[in-house]
């Protein structure tokens, strides 16, 4: 580690990468802390979101699509191409109340930063089952991005559900009503939380179905999900439904604990509150890219975009 760095880039998914991208090739020489791999999709990953993805059919320049982790392991490349450093280690904490800013990370080490960018992304919600968990990690046609997953030929012409109320779980179930035979949207209580225009969507079309007060007790299949198990929120009573996807549409959580106490500025919903048209934060010398700061598009190619704005305004800070 240099003693103190140009530009530190916490979070490694395609906001990260790409601010590495961006930041090396300005000749910041980024360090790049990645995190630690973890076992379980529900806390942050290095690679971010992607490496949960099977295909990628919507990131520009790849017309056969491409797997999450070939997509982020191409990233990777070609920011260490540039000369980005790789620290593999967890930030665990920030103070940027000083100048050098100091972060700690979960090696015990103190890094001393001029600028960070935080890229740390947002890990969607689970409903926290074991068999969810291990279809998820397995490809076995348990998601939660409809978005990613939904178009893939495996759940073509097939039953599908999503689990959720809200704008992003209607939001998907429309979309996968392009795909699918059938979709069942699962609520736990007897209305949607969603918008009313995104509620007629669900209501006008042929192939949704609301299924009210349900609440998921388990999801069944061995390798691939064969259908799942309810429970009626009201009458306690089990039930199976036979679907071959499910998507898990019950919101997002930006990874930002390590912020804790660092002052950065969080909008309402916890997401980094940015300036507007710039990845500034509140503090000046950092900035943030990607999911952390972004409720609303959470796609790849937009966090990318971010990544890149970031580096670009992470170095003209560092040049004024
Ligand atoms: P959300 O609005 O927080 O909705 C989460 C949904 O998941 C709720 O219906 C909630 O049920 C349900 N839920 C939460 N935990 C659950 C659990 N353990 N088991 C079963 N169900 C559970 O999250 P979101 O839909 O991701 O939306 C996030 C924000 O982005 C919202 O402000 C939304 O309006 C916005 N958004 C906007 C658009 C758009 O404008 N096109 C698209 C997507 C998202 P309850 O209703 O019972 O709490």
């Known amino acids: 580690m240099s003693e103190i760095e140009n530009v530190v880039i916490i979070g490694s998914g395609p906001a990260g990468w790409t601010s590495a991208i961006y930041a090396a090739r300005a000749d910041l020489n980024p360090l790049c802390v990645i995190g630690v791999p973890k076992s379980t999709p529900s806390i942050v990953l290095p690679g971010g979101q992607l490496m949960l993805t099977t295909e990628v059919e ?7 699509g491409i797997t999450g982790p070939d997509l982020m ?6 920011a260490e191409r540039f000369g980005s450093r790789i620290l593999t280690q967890d930030v665990v904490s920030c103070d940027f109340s000083t100048k050098p800013f100091a972060l700690t990370t979960s090696g015990g080490e103190t890094i001393l930063a001029k600028s960070v960018i935080v890229a740390t992304g947002a890990t969607a919600n689970w409903l926290g089952l074991e068999n969810e968990m291990r279809l998820a990690m397995g ?33 998907e ?29 669900i ?5 949704a179905t609301p299924v009210w007060n349900k609440t998921v007790l388990d999801v069944l299949g061995e390798d691939s999900i064969t259908g799942i198990l309810l429970k009626d929120t009201v009458t306690g009573e089990e039930s199976t439904l036979e679907v071959k996807g499910m998507f898990v549409a019950i919101g997002h959580t930006p990874a930002t604990s390590f912020l ?22 509140n503090i000046e010398g950092v900035f943030a890219a990607g999911d952390v700061a972004d409720a609303h598009y ?5 966090a990318a975009g971010m990544g890149c704005m970031a580096a670009i305004d992470a170095e003209h800070y560092l040049a004024t």
């Open 203 to 207: 209501f006008d079309s042929e192939k």
């Open 298 to 302: 959470r796609q790849a190619i937009s």
């Open 58 to 64: 919507n990131y520009p320049g790849f017309p056969e």
């Open 173 to 201: 179930a429309s979309y996968l009503t392009k795909f699918a035979s059938e979709v069942f949207v699962i609520h736990r209580r007897d209305e949607f939380r969603a918008s009313k225009a995104m509620q007629k969507r």
């Open 260 to 281: 804790d106490g660092s002052g950065i500025e969080l909008d309402s919903k916890g997401y980094i509150a940015l300036h507007t048209r710039s990845s500034a934060t």
């Open 73 to 78: 392991a191409g990233f990777q490349k070609q």
């Open 139 to 171: 490809g076995g046609g348990v998601s939660a991005c409809a978005v990613c997953d939904g178009a893939l030929p495996v759940y073509r012409d097939q039953p599908l559900a999503v689990v959720g109320g809200g704008d992003s779980a209607l939001e």
